[in-house]
């Protein structure tokens, strides 16, 4: 049996966003152990809310998602174009670390 195409329906299931009205604040949390990367959530089930919370990253899952999500946008543009996804300009190997 096929597996049926993903389809995004802001409705229905679970959707996280950013929380309304705190324009995105991240936060770093500098630790003994590890720095740790706040991002507060809003979650929502079949469109109605159910809390908030917050996704906790460290710095090199931040950065692992960054690299990510950068990916996944290259592979998007690249779509129909017929060229190759190009690495965007902050994932390339040559780029310095923040760090």
Known sequence: MATPPLRFTPAL?????????????????LGEDADRLALPL???????HKG???????????EKLHAD???????RDAIG?????LPPPC??????RLR
Do not use: Y
């Open 13 to 29: 299931g679970w959707r996280f966003d950013r929380i309304p009205g705190t324009r995105g604040r991240m936060m770093w949390i």
């Open 42 to 48: 809003h979650g929502r089930f079949d469109g109605q």
């Open 52 to 62: 908030d919370g917050t996704l906790w990253m460290t710095g090199a899952d931040a």
């Open 69 to 75: 999500l950068c990916h996944a946008l290259a592979e």
């Open 81 to 85: 174009s017929g060229s190759r996804p």
């Open 91 to 96: 994932c390339e190997p040559t780029r310095p």
